[in-house]
């Protein structure tokens, strides 16, 4: 991907500097201040959200909701390991709050147990596909983008969002389960 996004680049940049010669180096710079600007942003959504998320850890809120969704997550990976369970739950939790950066830590611990119980390969495909899914509550940074980039109505896309990662995460759950290393030996 990151050749194409270079190749891109390249071939927009040669574009632009054969055709206005004068017009090259204020649009690279203008590119990089704004890109400059946004990335701030999006470091400052980050930052409150992050904080957000270490408060309601402080005051283990995401432990209740970890532990709401424990059922739901032991169901879903079919294992009964509680330290497994306990960081997936965990990871769940903070990706439907929209923390996604914040519930990274989680699911790399999850994934590690996972990976060391037997019968943790379905669990771990499980988990990447709920995580990849992505499915989220209030999806912070694509609201943050858009309230940034001006858009009129930038909380619209919260329902447009969750409805398209559930289907997401219904087709995965589904698809895993067709596949062979999906299926449970109950």
């Known amino acids: 991907m990151n050749i194409l996004f270079l190749l891109l680049f390249l071939l927009s940049s040669a574009a632009l500097a054969l055709r206005e010669p004068a017009a090259f180096l ?3 710079m203008d590119g990089a201040e704004r890109a400059l600007r946004l990335s701030a942003s999006l470091c ?3 930052a ?6 270490q408060i309601a850890k402080d005051a ?3 432990d209740g909701l970890a532990r709401l969704l424990r059922p739901l997550t032991s169901r879903l990976l079919g294992v009964k390991d509680e330290e497994a369970l306990r960081h997936a739950a965990v990871n769940f939790s903070a990706n439907l709050l929209g923390a996604g950066g914040a519930a990274t830590p989680a699911g790399v611990a999850a994934m590690r147990r996972l990976d060391a119980l037997s019968g943790g390969r379905r669990a771990q495909a499980v988990l990447f596909a709920v ?3 992505g499915l989220q509550l209030i999806p912070v940074t694509a609201v943050a983008l858009r309230e940034r980039l001006g858009a009129a109505a930038p909380y619209d896309v919260i329902l447009p969002v969750f ?6 995460l219904a087709f995965s759950l589904v698809l895993l389960r067709l ?4 299926r449970r030996k109950d």
């Open 48 to 53: 409150v959200w992050l904080g957000v998320l």
């Open 163 to 168: 409805l398209a990662s559930a289907a997401a």
């Open 179 to 182: 596949l062979p290393f999906g």
């Open 60 to 62: 283990r809120l995401t």
């Open 131 to 133: 995580n990849c899914a």
């Open 26 to 28: 204020p649009a690279l």
């Open 44 to 46: 400052a959504v980050y």
